[in-house]
Protein backbone atom coordinates (compact mmCIF):
# COMPACT_ATOMS: atom_id res chain seq x y z
CA UNK A 1 0.00 0.00 0.00
CA UNK A 2 2.69 2.32 0.87
CA UNK A 3 4.87 1.89 -2.32
CA UNK A 4 1.83 4.26 -4.29
CA UNK A 5 3.44 7.31 -1.96
CA UNK A 6 7.14 6.31 -1.96
CA UNK A 7 7.68 9.74 -3.77
CA UNK A 8 6.13 11.76 -1.12
CA UNK A 9 6.93 12.91 2.46
CA UNK A 10 5.35 10.10 4.93
CA UNK A 11 4.59 11.31 8.77
CA UNK A 12 3.72 8.07 10.54
CA UNK A 13 1.60 8.43 13.52
CA UNK A 14 2.26 6.58 15.98
CA UNK A 15 3.67 2.71 15.88
CA UNK A 16 1.43 0.67 13.99
CA UNK A 17 2.19 1.96 10.85
CA UNK A 18 5.74 2.33 11.89
CA UNK A 19 5.44 -1.17 11.72
CA UNK A 20 4.59 -1.53 8.34
CA UNK A 21 6.99 1.39 6.93
CA UNK A 22 9.74 -0.29 8.46
CA UNK A 23 9.39 -3.46 6.83
CA UNK A 24 8.82 -1.93 3.55
CA UNK A 25 11.69 0.18 3.77
CA UNK A 26 13.70 -3.01 5.10
CA UNK A 27 13.25 -4.85 2.24
CA UNK A 28 14.09 -2.57 0.29
CA UNK A 29 10.74 -1.57 -1.43
CA UNK A 30 11.47 1.37 -2.13
CA UNK A 31 10.19 3.43 0.65
CA UNK A 32 12.71 6.06 1.73
CA UNK A 33 12.78 7.56 5.06
CA UNK A 34 9.88 8.92 7.03
CA UNK A 35 9.34 10.82 9.71
CA UNK A 36 8.14 9.03 12.77
CA UNK A 37 5.65 11.73 15.19
CA UNK A 38 4.99 10.72 18.68
CA UNK A 39 1.42 11.35 19.64
CA UNK A 40 -0.75 8.98 21.62
CA UNK A 41 -2.60 11.74 23.89
CA UNK A 42 -6.80 11.79 22.21
CA UNK A 43 -9.80 13.60 23.33
CA UNK A 44 -12.01 12.53 20.70
CA UNK A 45 -13.87 8.94 20.75
CA UNK A 46 -16.54 7.70 18.04
CA UNK A 47 -19.80 8.31 18.19
CA UNK A 48 -22.67 6.69 16.40
CA UNK A 49 -24.88 9.00 15.51
CA UNK A 50 -22.47 12.03 15.27
CA UNK A 51 -19.45 10.11 13.72
CA UNK A 52 -17.50 11.78 16.59
CA UNK A 53 -17.19 13.45 19.67
CA UNK A 54 -14.66 15.95 21.17
CA UNK A 55 -14.17 15.20 25.37
CA UNK A 56 -13.13 18.61 26.31
CA UNK A 57 -11.96 17.26 29.39
CA UNK A 58 -9.45 15.11 28.01
CA UNK A 59 -8.14 17.82 25.88
CA UNK A 60 -4.74 19.09 25.82
CA UNK A 61 -3.40 21.46 28.34
CA UNK A 62 -2.07 25.06 26.96
CA UNK A 63 1.45 24.42 28.02
CA UNK A 64 1.28 20.81 26.41
CA UNK A 65 0.14 22.47 22.80
CA UNK A 66 3.04 24.92 23.73
CA UNK A 67 6.14 22.23 24.16
CA UNK A 68 3.64 19.64 20.82
CA UNK A 69 4.58 22.76 18.78
CA UNK A 70 8.01 22.72 19.15
CA UNK A 71 8.81 19.52 19.00
CA UNK A 72 6.45 19.12 15.92
CA UNK A 73 8.70 22.31 14.50
CA UNK A 74 11.91 20.83 15.85
CA UNK A 75 11.25 17.47 13.59
CA UNK A 76 9.97 19.42 10.71
CA UNK A 77 6.38 18.16 10.91
CA UNK A 78 4.53 21.23 11.49
CA UNK A 79 2.21 22.97 9.42
CA UNK A 80 4.98 25.37 7.95
CA UNK A 81 7.04 22.86 6.84
CA UNK A 82 4.50 20.74 5.17
CA UNK A 83 2.84 23.91 3.45
CA UNK A 84 6.18 25.21 2.23
CA UNK A 85 7.43 21.56 0.72
CA UNK A 86 3.87 21.41 -0.98
CA UNK A 87 4.93 25.03 -2.23
CA UNK A 88 8.15 23.91 -3.33
CA UNK A 89 7.53 20.59 -5.01
CA UNK A 90 3.81 20.20 -5.33
CA UNK A 91 3.99 17.05 -3.11
CA UNK A 92 1.34 16.26 -0.56
CA UNK A 93 2.62 14.89 2.77
CA UNK A 94 1.44 11.78 3.84
CA UNK A 95 -0.20 11.31 7.24
CA UNK A 96 -0.58 7.84 8.26
CA UNK A 97 -2.08 6.13 10.74
CA UNK A 98 -4.16 3.23 12.69
CA UNK A 99 -7.45 4.14 12.30
CA UNK A 100 -9.75 1.55 14.06
CA UNK A 101 -11.38 4.25 16.52
CA UNK A 102 -10.53 7.90 15.14
CA UNK A 103 -9.31 8.91 18.35
CA UNK A 104 -5.75 9.56 17.80
CA UNK A 105 -5.31 10.94 14.13
CA UNK A 106 -8.69 12.76 14.72
CA UNK A 107 -7.14 14.58 17.88
CA UNK A 108 -3.92 15.21 15.78
CA UNK A 109 -5.58 16.30 13.21
CA UNK A 110 -7.08 18.78 15.36
CA UNK A 111 -3.45 20.39 16.91
CA UNK A 112 -2.04 20.09 13.90
CA UNK A 113 -5.37 22.36 11.97
CA UNK A 114 -4.93 24.49 15.45
CA UNK A 115 -1.29 25.45 14.94
CA UNK A 116 -2.15 25.97 11.13
CA UNK A 117 -4.67 27.88 11.80
CA UNK A 118 -2.69 30.18 14.16
CA UNK A 119 0.12 30.58 11.31
CA UNK A 120 -2.71 31.45 8.85
CA UNK A 121 -1.59 29.21 6.70
CA UNK A 122 -5.15 26.74 7.09
CA UNK A 123 -5.90 26.32 3.84
CA UNK A 124 -3.05 26.05 2.65
CA UNK A 125 -2.00 23.46 4.96
CA UNK A 126 -5.17 21.28 4.32
CA UNK A 127 -4.16 20.99 0.74
CA UNK A 128 -1.03 20.22 1.59
CA UNK A 129 -1.65 16.70 3.26
CA UNK A 130 -3.15 13.24 2.41
CA UNK A 131 -4.66 11.07 4.67
CA UNK A 132 -3.49 7.39 4.40
CA UNK A 133 -5.37 4.94 7.66
CA UNK A 134 -4.73 1.16 8.24
CA UNK A 135 -8.06 -0.26 9.00
CA UNK A 136 -9.32 -3.88 9.37
CA UNK A 137 -13.16 -4.44 9.21
CA UNK A 138 -12.02 -8.06 10.71
CA UNK A 139 -10.36 -6.23 13.88
CA UNK A 140 -13.50 -4.09 14.15
CA UNK A 141 -15.63 -6.82 13.99
CA UNK A 142 -13.34 -8.84 16.85
CA UNK A 143 -13.60 -5.60 19.06
CA UNK A 144 -17.42 -5.46 19.22
CA UNK A 145 -18.94 -9.20 18.27
CA UNK A 146 -22.20 -8.56 19.96
CA UNK A 147 -23.07 -5.14 17.13
CA UNK A 148 -25.39 -5.86 14.25
CA UNK A 149 -23.50 -3.58 11.98
CA UNK A 150 -20.06 -2.20 12.09
CA UNK A 151 -18.69 1.02 10.66
CA UNK A 152 -15.87 0.85 8.02
CA UNK A 153 -12.67 2.17 9.60
CA UNK A 154 -11.98 5.88 8.68
CA UNK A 155 -10.55 8.98 9.59
CA UNK A 156 -12.87 11.73 10.76
CA UNK A 157 -11.46 14.92 10.18
CA UNK A 158 -11.74 17.48 13.07
CA UNK A 159 -14.37 20.83 12.90
CA UNK A 160 -11.36 23.13 11.66
CA UNK A 161 -10.48 20.65 9.05
CA UNK A 162 -13.87 19.58 7.82
Not at 46 to 64: A, H, L
Not at 88 to 103: F, L, M, P, Y
Request: net charge negative.
Amino acid sequence: MYLKYKDQPIICLGRSPKWFLNAAFWMKDGIPEYKFVAFSKYWYRPDYREGIKRYEDKGPTEKEVIAYRKYLQRIQADPYSIVKHHLETGETTVITDSICSVKVCTSFLEVMGDYADDLGILEEFSKSIQIVGIGSMEYMEDLHPEADEIDIPKVHMPPILQ
